[in-house]
């Protein structure tokens, strides 16, 4: 048994969706903002409280990056994530940790700390934080010059990049329904048009149509 809890909209679990697909793997998708009995279900699975939680057998993982490395070693057979030698190792996850600099700077500021910004220090932490986001994009931005981001394959670091800008390009049509996408356009963060081009040549893949449909 193969089953995904995930948040629908988030990119860490489409990252887990994309990779799944990727490897030619089915999995049961339990929503645990629609159906909060599938939350209590994935805390009760693992103490991470965040999505995505993947189980697969008797394996529970938790982490849209953890979630990938296990799907590579788990599936060695199938189309491969990650890249093998070191070099290609070393780009794939510069670029996968860039990233997440910048989600974790939006998710944190635009959420989980938004309750602070009428702080006195919010103003000088918020600027601090949204500059790490701006430099780590424009790293990635520079590297989006190739249709797939580390060799000549679809791997772990388009997953990344892929699902960052479709989260972020997405705000503007989410902001009426979702408050917690209506606090984070607030921040002010702009995507580099080269990496909206880069997510916009991949559109038409089948693993991005099916995930995005
Ligand atoms: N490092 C985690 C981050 C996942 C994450 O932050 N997920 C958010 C959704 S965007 C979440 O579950 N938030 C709920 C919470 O923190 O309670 C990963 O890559 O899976």
């Excluded at 409280?49 to 189980?55: K, N, S």
């Excluded at 057998?57 to 788990?74: K, W």
């Excluded at 580390?150 to 979702?178: E, H, K, N, Q, Y």
């Amino acid at each position: 048994v193969r089953v995904l809890y995930h948040f629908e909209h988030s990119p860490f679990s489409r990252r887990a969706r994309l990779a799944l697909h990727h490897k030619g793997l089915d999995a049961e998708l339990r929503e645990t903002r629609a159906n909060e009995s599938y939350l209590v279900e994935a805390r009760k699975l693992t103490p991470i409280r965040t999505m995505p939680v993947l189980v697969d057998g008797d394996h529970v993982i938790a982490d849209s990056a953890a979630i990938v490395q296990y799907l590579d070693l788990a599936y060695p057979d199938r189309p491969r994530l990650w890249p093998t030698s070191a070099d290609g190792a070393a780009a794939a996850l510069a670029i996968t940790i860039e990233c997440d600099a910048v989600l974790e700077v939006l998710v944190d500021m635009g959420t989980r700390y938004f309750a602070l910004r009428n702080d006195s220090a919010w103003p000088a932490v918020l600027r601090e934080r949204m500059e790490r986001a701006r430099i780590a994009s424009e790293a990635l931005a520079a590297k989006a010059t190739r249709p797939f981001l580390v060799g000549d394959a679809w791997g772990a670091a388009d997953l990344w990049v892929l699902s960052m800008v479709r989260w972020i390009a997405g705000f503007p049509a989410r902001a009426a329904t979702s408050p917690n996408i209506a606090q984070i356009i607030t921040l002010g963060f702009q995507i580099p048009e080269p990496l909206v081009a880069w997510a916009n040549r991949h559109a038409n893949r089948p693993d991005v149509t099916s995930v995005y449909a």
